[in-house]
């Protein structure tokens, strides 16, 4: 079966880093996706990696380890408009995107 | 600016009454999906249309139906729902190109069934 795994909640200080880690097994591989979602909002799209390494933008990095099937995203100089659920999806062989359930991150002042 | 539209973004029925949902694009993407999602879990595929293709997920039952009259807009019709149809309906659109498709999403609808 696919799966996508990522923790269910993570707590973090206004100001500090956070790293949110998600591992994965799909049938094939074709992109790793990272979405931000407000509450009772819609996802938007944060970053894509395929090739193995880190991509940085702004205060947000992505990383992918295809070898491992692992990924994360760093968050640095958190803001309390970081506060938000974080989903992970991977695009199988079939260009299909599997879903994580989301890390919910919470940001104390 | 060219985005994803879901009207409307809250509605309320009734157990059993039909009720639609629209979704239009104005980014001129290919590919149209619909997703549910209920609190706390990922967003789950119901179907998606590749151009004019239809494209059912194996899980998602007969009481989901949706059509695609033009590029721009795209339905989801619940013919009977539920109480346990009651999720937010995330319309969302890709270009498919043989590389990434980012999927982007329009604002949701919320369902409240009675």
């Known amino acids: 079966g696919q799966n996508i795994d990522q923790p269910t909640e993570m707590t973090a200080t206004e100001g500090a880093i956070v790293q949110i880690n998600c591992t994965y097994q799909?049938?094939?591989?074709?992109?790793l996706f990272w979405y931000q979602q407000h509450a009772g909002e819609a996802p938007t799209f944060l970053s894509y990696?395929?090739l193995d390494g880190l991509e940085e933008k702004g205060r947000f990095s992505s990383f992918l380890s295809r070898s491992k099937g692992y990924s994360y995203l760093l968050l640095k100089e958190l803001q309390m408009k970081d506060s938000a659920s974080y989903l992970c999806?991977?695009?199988?062989?079939?260009?299909?995107?599997?879903w994580g359930a989301g890390t919910k991150l919470i940001i104390k002042p | 600016d060219a985005m994803v539209i879901q009207n409307p973004r809250y509605q309320v029925t009734q157990f059993g009454k039909p009720v639609t949902l629209s979704c239009s694009q104005t980014?001129?993407?290919?590919?149209m999906y619909w997703y549910q999602q209920k609190s706390s879990q990922a967003p789950k595929l119901l179907f998606h249309?590749?151009?004019?293709?239809?494209?059912n997920e194996a899980d998602t039952p007969d009481n989901f139906q949706s059509r695609r009259p033009n590029t721009s807009f795209c339905f989801l019709d619940i013919r009977s729902p539920g109480l346990g149809d009651a999720a937010m309906y995330l319309c969302?659109?890709?270009?498919?190109?043989?590389?990434?498709?980012?999927?982007?999403f329009g604002p949701g609808t919320r369902l409240t069934v009675l």
């Open positions: 990696n395929v």
């Open positions: 799909t049938s094939g591989f074709n992109g």
């Open positions: 249309y590749y151009d004019k293709d239809f494209n």
């Open positions: 969302a659109t890709s270009f498919v190109a043989g590389g990434s498709d980012t999927q982007y």
């Open positions: 999806a991977v695009q199988d062989s079939n260009y299909q995107l599997i």
């Open positions: 980014l001129n993407h290919n590919v």
